[in-house]
């Protein structure tokens, strides 16, 4: 149980195109979805928290109007990066959170690997 | 100064040795210490968390904190090839339904 999935698993585009990385909880309803950034060989950095039904809080120095997130229902969540370019390219990965779950555990996805060209 | 430090390795050890992984942090407002694994390409799995210093055990793995010494270890016993991953320590200010800040992970390698 708990399993989280990403789609795509990796994408290329071209600079100054939109892309769209969806996020769902394949058996459990996510109050809280999470987007993290991740680049080579660096850590994980959370970009923006969504609860459903509610604005995402972006994390100082997100910009929200480039990130767009939406987390429309309680197993759905997506992130488009709105006129990428190079230095978007990188590893996202997002979390959902199961408050009601046997563990006290964000649930992360498989990750999208965004390349802009 | 970042919140979360972590060795990034790469550390290479012979399979049935014992590892041992840190991280020492910098707010001690955190009430929340987890371990992460991350092989490439993947999202991270969590291996164990807890709440207090001390230690806890779970098989082959052992977690510790020391929240005076704002200090926190992973120690892995009779390690295997597949524990061959990059290791990531975590912690928030109360629960993984808020903010999680990672350290940068340290890559580790088990010879055969």
């Known amino acids: 149980g708990a399993v989280v999935s990403q789609h795509p698993s990796r994408v290329i585009c071209k600079s100054g195109t939109s892309v769209k990385i969806e996020c769902r909880s394949l058996d459990f309803q996510a109050t809280t979805m999470f987007w993290y950034r991740q680049f080579p060989k660096q850590s994980l950095m959370l970009m923006a928290t969504?609860?459903?039904?509610?604005?995402?809080?972006?994390e100082q120095g997100v910009e929200k109007d480039k990130f767009l997130i939406n987390h429309a229902s309680l197993t759905l969540s997506t992130l488009t990066v709105t006129s990428a370019h190079p230095e978007d390219s990188s590893f996202y990965i997002c979390?959902?959170?199961?408050?009601?779950?046997?563990?006290?555990?964000?649930?992360f996805g498989p990750g999208t690997r965004l390349t802009v060209t | 100064q970042k919140e979360v430090e972590q060795d990034p390795g790469p550390l290479s050890v012979p399979e049935g040795a014992i590892v041992s992984l840190n991280c020492t942090y910098s707010?001690?407002?955190?009430?929340?210490f987890m371990w992460y694994r991350q092989y490439s390409r993947k999202g991270p799995e969590l291996l164990m968390y807890t709440y207090s210093s001390g230690n806890k055990e779970d098989g082959r793995f052992t977690a510790q904190v020391d929240k005076s010494s704002k200090y926190i270890s992973l120690f892995i016993r009779d390690s295997q090839p597949s524990d061959s991953a990059t290791y990531l320590c975590?912690?928030?200010?109360?629960?993984?339904?808020?903010?999680?800040?990672f350290g940068s992970g340290t890559r580790l390698s088990i010879r055969p």
């Open positions: 707010n001690s407002a955190f009430q929340y």
């Open positions: 979390s959902a959170y199961w408050d009601a779950g046997p563990k006290d555990e964000q649930y």
């Open positions: 969504s609860n459903e039904g509610s604005k995402a809080t972006y």
């Open positions: 975590a912690m928030s200010w109360y629960s993984s339904a808020s903010k999680i800040i």
